[in-house]
């Protein structure tokens, strides 16, 4: 059976404001996925991380925990909220905003192994010591990294997210196909043009937008933290190096792998790769881009509760 592409539903919502000013219509739009969420018994927190700065998270729903890990740019509401309401009817939903992202930051490096030791702070502050994890694109290397580094974790399912299987040469031809010089370049957009560009090559079919609303997308999820976000994607290959040794197939959790049929940033075959090393189950979804949660949100919600059930 074929999966027919859906429209972006976080864009769709935007697209819906533009008959609202330019200044307020993304600030409308985060209001009302609050209030959704706030209907659905979601609480937003803040978190006070040990080395200095705060993580931003939501939680909701009710039985086993179940922890989203977001991807690069976006943020838990961008990245999740179709799958937050339809998830937090089985498990308990917690879903932070990793550092550098949304509101959330660190004083610590900007690297893999801050985004897991922030993750397990909130774990620890929300005594959680069992739990199940998904994980998609770059918030899928941290989950990796998590599978790989600490017990504790039930099942996972990693989205669009290569692991350690992501060689130098592969990293070129990331850069060409986005026409950039190195990955960096492509995932920290310095202007709202070249946001667009990366956009287009993440979902099926990003609309047209107002100027005004693209810039705002821009400063509000792309312009801060430059810098590190710069460093969370140049640390990438010592992170891979250093990790790869370090993982054990026979000692990872259960896992799931979920991709996109034709994505762009991590192809098919990185995943198949990934998913023959663990021994793992991989489910591919026809025509689907990289951001898959976006575009197939009843999709991949299925697929994580028939996996963790």
Not at 267 to 294: F, T
Request: with cysteine; aromatic share 10%; hydrophobic share 40%.
């Amino acid at each position: 059976m074929r999966i027919k592409n859906v429209f972006p539903r976080w864009l769709l919502g935007l697209a819906l404001l533009l008959s609202l000013s330019g200044c307020s219509a993304l600030a409308v739009k985060e209001q009302l996925d609050a209030k959704q969420l706030q209907n659905a018994q979601f609480t937003e927190s803040e978190l006070s991380l040990a080395e200095g700065g705060q993580l931003r998270y939501w939680v909701g729903g009710h039985g086993e925990p179940l922890v989203l890990l977001h991807g690069f740019g976006g943020t838990a509401t961008t990245t999740w909220l179709p799958m937050m309401l339809e998830l937090s009817q089985h498990y308990r939903v917690i879903a932070p905003d990793l550092a550098w992202f949304g509101d959330s930051y660190s004083q610590g490096d900007a690297n893999i192994s801050t985004q897991r030791e922030a993750v397990n702070q909130l774990l620890a502050q929300l005594r959680v010591e069992q739990f199940n994890l998904v994980g998609i694109s770059y918030g899928g290397l941290v989950a990796y990294d998590m599978m790989a580094q600490q017990t504790g974790i039930k099942k996972a399912v990693i989205l669009s997210s290569p692991g350690t299987f992501i060689s130098d040469q592969e990293l070129l031809e990331l850069s060409q196909r986005f026409e950039r010089e190195q990955p960096a370049d492509i995932f920290v957009p310095e202007n709202r043009q070249q946001m667009r560009h990366l956009l287009k090559g993440v979902f099926s079919h990003f609309p047209p937008l107002p100027h005004a609303i693209d810039e705002q997308i821009y400063q509000r999820y792309f312009a801060l933290w430059q810098a590190q976000k710069r460093q969370l994607i140049e640390t990438l290959p010592e992170y891979r190096d250093q990790l790869a040794p370090q993982v054990e197939p026979q000692k990872m959790p259960p896992t799931l792998v979920i991709w996109g049929e034709n994505d762009r940033v991590f192809p098919l075959q990185q995943g198949k790769q990934l998913a023959r090393y663990l021994d793992a189950p991989m489910m591919v979804i026809p025509n689907a881009p990289h951001n898959i949660s976006n575009e197939h949100p009843s999709t991949v919600s299925q697929a994580i509760t028939l996996f963790i059930e």
